[in-house]
């Protein structure tokens, strides 16, 4: 089983729908969470960090259930600027702790 | 000015040839990495650098080597390069003991073609 999965898609959706991504991860000392965009041949860039708590920044909705082991993002009222791979990523504890990259999510919205 | 650069941005070798990737960031990070990125698939973990004097392995480092120059400069070779090793290249940097975040942050890539 890999460390982080997520669904690889694609999800397509007409602009103005609501979309929303899981990505499971296998270890339980995780601690760190993040999702990333990824435009087509660009570099990965930080969307948000997942909170215990969930967190949200305009259209976007992180939430983390450690009891499951997943972490979502939601995003309202799509936009095709939306149009990218979402990667989430997962950091271990202790000091030697670094991120564990999914696979990606690729999402395209359609006009 | 970009936080973290890569040179060369694309480049295309032949089999068995030497190249180096390079990899400098003015964000004052002690932590760098190296992850190639293939097709549909997530970033594989190459070598990382907690700092100038320590380097360890990722997950897919054999055919890779790696220097930390200095505490902006991270280097990727390939000593004989492969058509395996054909994929897109990333430079990241972090510093969770100064920024409180595991967050990394990366360069802008580098496709490296090998025939």
């Known amino acids: 089983r890999k460390e982080v999965e997520q669904d690889p898609g694609p999800f397509n959706v007409p602009e103005g729908a609501t979309v929303a991504f899981n990505c499971t991860y296998s270890?339980?000392?995780?601690?760190?969470f993040f999702w990333y965009r990824q435009d087509c041949r660009k570099e990965p860039k930080l969307l948000m960090s997942?909170?215990?708590s969930g967190n949200e920044d305009g259209r976007f909705t992180a939430q983390l259930n450690r009891a499951s082991q997943y972490i979502s993002l939601l995003i309202r009222d799509s936009k095709l600027s939306d149009s990218a791979t979402y990667l989430c990523a997962v950091a271990t504890s202790g000091s030697a702790r670094q991120l564990t990259f999914g696979s990606g999510t690729q999402l395209t919205v359609l006009p | 000015d970009a936080d973290v650069t890569q040179t060369p941005r694309n480049r295309i070798t032949k089999t068995g040839k030497r190249i180096m990737l390079e990899c400098s960031q003015t964000?004052?990070?002690?932590?760098m990495y190296w992850y190639r990125q293939d097709p549909g698939l997530g970033l594989q973990l190459i070598y990382y650098?907690?700092?100038?004097?320590?380097?360890n392995k990722g997950e897919i480092s054999d055919g890779y080597s790696v220097s930390r120059q200095a505490q902006a400069k991270f280097s990727l070779s390939l000593e004989s390069a492969i058509p395996n090793q054909t994929a897109l290249y990333f430079c990241?940097?972090?510093?969770?003991?100064?920024?409180?975040?595991?967050?990394?942050?990366f360069g802008p890539g580098t496709r490296l073609t090998v025939l």
């Open positions: 990241a940097t972090s510093d969770p003991q100064r920024t409180g975040t595991d967050t990394q942050y």
């Open positions: 650098s907690f700092d100038v004097k320590d380097i």
């Open positions: 997942v909170y215990s």
């Open positions: 964000k004052g990070h002690d932590r």
């Open positions: 270890n339980s000392a995780s601690q760190s």
